[in-house]
């Protein structure tokens, strides 16, 4: 007909079968969010539970599946801490590493944003978390871990990454 318009229900599932067809989503959640942080080192628990309330949901449903081990996908609307529950879980493995004397002098983890604008986020969700994680390994008479960052974009002077490039930063 000309002239009329479906609009998809937003609602809908994106799906062409019937719902008795379907396959049953599989989500990966604690049922308490707080839940989501056993499997944290206590002193990054710790933090976490100093600067927010609670996990996201996607940090809550991420979280377990990062730590355990298998590839993830988080999807989610900005601002609901995808960042963060990356950087976490990776900061994590690095307080274990570091903890066990085993954190080497090389790149582990390298971050890739799309826009440059997005290296705020590197501040907000690394290097924030990384100082407070570090204050609270101390406060627990824990020994301290450095774990350097390092951003470059588009834009950085050759001069200054290459003199980066020289020092190894265990987030890139």
């Not at 995808?82 to 994590?92: G, M, P, Q, R, V």
């Not at 826009?115 to 008479?141: V, Y």
């Not at 050759?158 to 890139?172: D, G, H, I, K, Q």
Request: hydrophobic fraction near 40%; include cysteine; glycine fraction near 8%.
């Amino acid at each position: 007909m000309e002239g009329t318009r479906v609009l998809r229900d937003p609602d809908a599932p994106l799906s062409c079968r019937p719902p008795s067809q379907r396959r049953k989503k599989r989500v990966i959640a604690p049922t308490e969010p707080m839940g989501a942080l056993g499997g944290f080192h206590p002193a990054v628990s710790a933090w976490f539970s100093r600067r927010f309330a609670a996990p996201t949901p996607a940090q809550a449903q991420a979280w377990p599946a990062i730590k355990g081990g298998r590839h993830t996908l988080v999807a989610a609307p900005t601002g609901s801490g995808k960042t963060l529950a990356a950087f976490l879980a990776a900061i994590d493995d690095l307080v274990r590493l570091g903890l066990e004397g085993e954190l080497r002098d090389e790149t582990l983890v390298v971050y890739v944003s799309p826009l440059k604008a997005l290296s705020n986020d590197i501040h907000r969700n690394l290097e924030i978390p990384l100082a407070g994680i570090r204050e609270e390994l101390s406060r627990r008479g824990l020994p301290d871990i450095e774990i350097r960052s390092w951003v470059r974009t588009g834009d950085t002077p050759r001069r200054s990454a290459s003199a980066c490039a020289a020092v190894p930063r265990t987030f890139s």
